[in-house]
Nanobody, 115 residues
Framework: QVQVVESGGGLVQPGGSLRLSCAASGFTFSSSYMSWYRQAPGKQRELVAA???????NYAGSVKGRFTISRDNGKNTVYLQMNRLKPEDTAVYFC?????????WGQGTQVTVSS
């Protein structure tokens, strides 16, 4: 069955970096559209970054220039490199896989940016 598993979250100081990973299985990863979303307490889930099967990327304005999404089709994994982190980046980060018209979500990984 389809599985999407995030990892790499944690506590980091403002200005620091983290790299999130999303390992996928159960489908043809190279054909999927992959995204990272985040949800802060009391707020709606929002798109952070997305990458097409051909490697085209899209970013939320709040993270553009600081975050980089990438994918390794050989490892069935999508990454989110987060640099110059800010307290407002604190959230649970979710990975989404879109296959055709169906989307699959992971359980999320907590990112906390605090001194």
């Amino acid at each position: 069955q389809v599985q999407v598993v995030e990892s790499g979250g944690g506590l980091v100081q403002p200005g620091g970096s983290l790299r999130l990973s999303c390992a996928a299985s159960g489908f043809t990863f190279s054909s999927s559209y992959m995204s990272w979303y985040r949800q802060a307490p009391g707020k709606q889930r929002e798109l952070v970054a997305a990458i097409t099967r051909t490697g085209l990327t899209n970013y939320a304005g709040s993270v553009k220039g600081r975050f980089t999404i990438s994918r390794d089709n050989g490892k069935n994994t999508v990454y989110l490199q987060m640099n110059r982190l800010k307290p407002e980046d604190t959230a649970v980060y979710f990975c989404e896989a879109v296959i055709g018209t169906t989307d699959y979500w992971g359980q999320g990984t907590q990112v906390t940016v605090s001194s």
